[in-house]
C-alpha cells in the first residue's frame, strides 16, 4: 500500500543460532492504532530498534513515510516513548522540553501547551530529578508530541502512571491517531489495548502470528462464548440438564457455545420461557485469544 507511514516487509534477524525475527510483515497507515504483543523475548524490542535504525535487519526491509530507518526523514517523521525515560535531573520540566522542541525544529511557544496536554503544567519549572516515575512518562509524552509526527512507537506507555492518567494517556493517543498518526503501542496491559486499538498483531518466537481487528481473530480463533444463565426459582437444575451446562451456584448455569452456534443456544434458553430470568454473554477477551494464538493454537 503506497500510502503506509509504516512498512516492514519479510524482516529476519538473528543473533548466533537464534532466529529473533523471521520473516515478519506488517504496516501501519495514518490514523491507525496497532497493538503489538508478546511474550518477554518474542521479539517485539528488536522489531522497535530495526524500525528505529538501532540495529540493522538480516532480510528483509523496513521503511517510514518511504525513508529507510534512521534516515533524516524518518527521524523527523517519527516519536519513541521507551518503557523507561530518562532526562538530564538538573533541567527543569520546561527546560528540557524546550530542548527537544530546537532539536526537532519545532516552534518554543508550544512547549507550555504540550505539557499543559499531559498534565504537568503545574511542575514545569521543577527539576526532573524530583518527577516520580509517572510524570517522567508523562514528559517522555509529551516529547513524543512534538511536531505532531508521522508514527509513534510507545513501548509500555503506562508504566508507572495511575488509573487517571492511563485514561488520559489512551485519550492523547486517540488524538494523534484522530490527526493522522500511525500508533504502534507495545504492550502487556491487554485490557487497556484491548479497547483503544484498531489492530492486535502478535509475535511468538520472533513470528508474526496474528495480526488482525479484534474481531476478525475471534472469529478465526472459534474460541466459545460463555453464557450464564440465571434462573427462575428452582429451574436452574431443569436448564442444566437440557443444556448441558454446568451448575456454577443455586440459581445460574454456564454453558459453552462456538461462534456458530451462538444464536441456536440463545433461541434454545429463549424457549424455556419463565424458567430463565436472565442471561449474561461472555465472549472471548484478548487475554484469551491472545493465550491461544501465543501458543501457537491459531495456526
Do not use: W
Not at 207 to 217: I, Q
Amino acid at each position: 500500500m503506497a500510502d503506509s507511514i509504516l512498512s516492514i516487509e519479510n524482516a529476519g534477524k538473528s543473533r548466533g543460532a537464534l532466529r529473533v525475527l523471521d520473516d515478519v510483515s506488517l504496516r501501519a497507515e495514518p490514523g491507525q492504532r496497532i497493538a503489538l504483543l508478546g511474550h518477554n523475548g518474542a521479539g517485539k524490542s528488536t522489531l522497535m530498534k530495526a524500525v528505529l535504525g538501532l540495529t540493522t535487519l538480516d532480510d528483509g526491509a523496513i521503511t517510514i513515510d518511504g525513508a529507510r530507518p534512521g534516515s533524516a526523514h524518518a527521524r523527523t517523521v517519527t516519536a519513541y516513548l521507551p518503557e523507561a525515560v530518562a532526562f538530564h535531573k538538573s533541567l527543569t520540566g520546561r527546560e528540557q522540553l524546550t530542548l527537544f522542541a530546537r532539536l526537532a525544529d519545532c516552534p518554543v511557544a508550544q512547549v507550555a501547551g504540550y505539557l499543559n496536554r499531559v498534565g504537568l503544567a503545574g511542575a514545569a519549572d521543577r527539576r526532573i530529578g524530583t518527577y516520580s516515575k509517572g510524570m517522567r512518562q508523562r514528559l517522555g509524552l509529551a516529547q513524543v508530541l512534538l511536531g505532531r509526527p508521522k508514527l509513534a512507537l510507545l513501548d509500555e506507555p503506562t508504566s508507572g502512571l495511575d488509573p487517571i492518567s492511563r485514561h488520559e494517556l489512551y485519550a492523547i493517543i486517540d488524538e494523534m491517531a484522530d490527526h493522522g498518526t500511525a500508533v504502534v503501542i507495545a504492550s502487556h496491559t491487554l485490557t487497556e489495548v484491548e479497547a483503544r486499538t484498531d489492530r492486535i498483531a502478535i509475535l511468538r518466537d520472533g513470528r508474526l502470528v496474528a495480526d488482525d481487528t479484534l474481531a476478525n481473530l475471534s472469529l478465526r480463533a472459534g474460541l466459545p462464548t460463555r453464557l450464564r444463565v440465571r434462573a427462575h426459582a428452582d429451574a436452574a437444575d431443569r436448564i442444566a440438564s437440557e443444556t448441558g451446562g454446568t451448575r456454577v451456584n443455586g440459581v445460574s448455569v454456564d454453558l459453552l457455545c462456538t461462534p456458530d452456534r451462538k444464536m441456536a443456544e440463545l433461541r434454545r434458553l429463549s424457549a424455556m420461557g419463565e424458567a430463565v430470568a436472565d442471561i449474561e454473554m461472555h465472549p472471548p477477551r484478548l487475554e484469551d485469544l491472545y493465550r491461544h494464538y501465543s501458543k501457537g493454537d491459531g495456526q
